[in-house]
């Protein structure tokens, strides 16, 4: 059985969003990502292949290493999504924040 995954499903795991972070800065093995978490590896590979599935992490052979990278076209897709969202919850607050001024001075 094949299944697709989601994009927003995979980033919503506090986990996955780490995984994320820590390689954002850097390419790194699932070794060297997995010691950064208190779980078990096989854990952490269940979470890469979810990341790898989703095209949010590259992997690229290296001898016999795999490391891992952001896929930054990937991610600005997701921003690229995101955008107008974040957009308009500015603006929302801003109005939010124009009316509690204006309430506090009278």
């Known amino acids: ?10 980033i919503a795991d506090p986990t996955r969003r780490a995984i994320l ?4 800065t ?9 010691s950064n978490f208190d779980t078990a590896r096989p854990t ?4 890469l292949q979810i990341l790898t599935e989703c095209e949010l992490l590259r ?7 795999i490391y891992y ?14 955008e107008p969202f974040r957009r308009m919850w500015d603006d929302r607050f801003n109005k ?3 009316i509690m001024k204006n309430y506090k001075n009278k």
Request: hydrophobic share 45%; proline share 2%; net charge positive.
């Open 96 to 98: 939010l924040e124009s």
């Open 59 to 65: 992997p690229e052979q290296s001898g016999r290493e």
């Open 26 to 34: 850097q390419s790194m093995t699932a070794g060297a990502i997995a």
């Open 1 to 10: 059985m094949n299944l697709r995954r989601d994009v927003f499903q995979a």
């Open 21 to 24: 972070m820590l390689v954002a």
């Open 44 to 47: 952490v590979s269940k979470h």
């Open 69 to 82: 990278h952001v896929n930054a076209k990937k991610m600005k897709e997701i921003a690229d999504f995101i």
